[in-house]
């Protein structure tokens, strides 16, 4: 059974522990990113952390700041794709083309939730 976690300690745990992986492109980088937050978000903890730190949230100042941790991932991850001289899209882009369906996926639709869903996303997004 899964121990409620107070809102604010459960955002600290959906904080990321690393920099994204550099895969050596764009396409790479940001499907190894896309795959590895899938796997984390989709998992029990994963869910259970996103679920505590909604949970008694009318402002969602916790959803923003888990928002906030995904954008400083693709952020980091569209710079050095830039710096290597790829044309990158913007960040929202990405955070309303793979990061968003994952999210609904994972919250609300739990099916389809493989590294293959998350590699499409990031395929039709750098169409």
Do not use: K
């Amino acid at each position: 059974m899964h121990r409620v976690v107070e809102p604010d300690v459960a955002v600290e745990r959906l904080r990321p522990e690393a920099a994204p992986e550099d895969r050596g492109s764009l396409p790479a980088d940001l499907a190894g990113w896309a795959e590895q937050f899938l796997e984390e978000m989709s998992s029990p903890p994963g869910r259970a952390y996103i679920r505590d730190a909604l949970l008694g949230d009318p402002l969602a100042g916790n959803a923003g700041q888990c928002s906030e941790y995904a954008a400083q991932q693709i952020h980091a991850i569209l710079a050095r794709a830039a710096q290597r001289g790829e044309n990158v899209p913007d960040a929202e882009t990405v955070l309303d083309r793979v990061v968003a369906p994952m999210m609904y996926r994972i919250l609300f639709r739990r099916s389809g939730l493989t590294a293959e869903y998350a590699r499409r996303l990031v395929t039709e997004t750098l169409s």
